[in-house]
């Protein structure tokens, strides 16, 4: 399967007051927790999409850099981008967010193992509960005409909005699944840090 891990990790973390990806868990930067679930569960190709004001600050030689060609667009904008210029060898892009510090590479290994080849499948996106979690998805090539066309719309862009126009096979997760934790405030870090 020709499939790239990418960590989006340019986000503004203005209700956390600071970088949250670089906090520190376990001895790792919050990042460095979804660069290793990819490398560990058997994806080779592994990068970072950030923009130019913190790239420099990711140290880590298991995963490339990428640089965001328009700042704080959001994920949608994100995968066209990744999938149309900046990763245009892969079939599939598994993207995960730089703010989850417990995802493991067991999570990403039963993601994978929902990708077969020939399919029909688009995407493949977890649901936690009832709630989508479209930023521990995997996306096809196939995805990239109505990404296109959402982005043309210049609306939301939304990521369930694209989930309305491709073929998405959902894969059921406990509501309690400690990989979706995201960290948005200092106090959610508080509350979590010992992966309750």
Same mark, same amino acid.
């Given at each position: 399967? @020709?499939?790239?891990?990418?960590?989006?990790?340019?986000?503004?973390?203005?209700?956390?007051?600071?970088?949250?990806?670089?906090?520190?868990? /376990? *001895?790792?930067a919050?990042?460095?927790? +979804?660069?290793?679930?990819? +490398?560990?569960? *058997?994806?080779?190709? $592994?990068?970072?999409?950030?923009?130019?004001?913190?790239?420099?600050?990711?140290?880590?030689?298991?995963?490339?850099?990428?640089?965001?060609?328009?700042?704080?667009?959001?994920?949608?904008y994100?995968?066209?981008? $990744?999938?149309?210029?900046?990763?245009?060898?892969?079939?599939?892009?598994?993207?995960?967010?730089?703010?989850?510090?417990?995802? +493991?590479?067991a999570?990403?290994?039963?993601?994978?193992?929902?990708?077969v080849?020939? +399919?029909?499948?688009?995407?493949?996106i977890?649901?936690?509960?009832?709630?989508?979690?479209?930023l521990?998805g995997?996306?096809?090539?196939?995805?990239?005409?109505?990404?296109?066309?959402?982005? /043309?719309?210049?609306?939301?862009?939304?990521?369930?909005?694209?989930?309305q126009?491709?073929?998405?096979?959902?894969?059921?997760?406990?509501?309690?699944?400690k990989?979706?934790? @995201?960290?948005?405030?200092?106090?959610?870090?508080? @509350? @979590?840090?010992? *992966?309750?």
């Open positions: 399967m @020709n499939i790239a891990g990418v960590v989006l990790a340019g986000g503004k973390s203005s209700r956390y007051g600071r970088p949250k990806m670089f906090e520190i868990y /376990n *001895g790792k919050f990042y460095e927790h +979804s660069v290793e679930a990819f +490398s560990e569960a *058997g994806i080779c190709d $592994v990068f970072i999409l950030s923009n130019e004001s913190l790239a420099p600050a990711f140290q880590t030689e298991k995963a490339g850099i990428l640089i965001e060609k328009e700042m704080h667009k959001g994920p949608l994100a995968l066209y981008h $990744v999938l149309d210029e900046q990763l245009p060898g892969y079939d599939w892009v598994f993207l995960l967010a730089a703010d989850v510090p417990f995802v +493991s590479p999570f990403v290994k039963r993601m994978k193992n929902h990708i080849e020939p +399919s029909p499948i688009q995407a493949c977890p649901i936690s509960g009832e709630k989508f979690q479209p521990h995997i996306y096809h090539r196939s995805c990239l005409p109505a990404l296109k066309e959402i982005i /043309n719309r210049n609306r939301s862009l939304s990521m369930k909005e694209l989930f126009e491709i073929n998405v096979h959902y894969v059921n997760f406990a509501p309690e699944e990989a979706f934790i @995201n960290i948005n405030r200092p106090e959610d870090w508080e @509350n @979590n840090k010992e *992966g309750k």
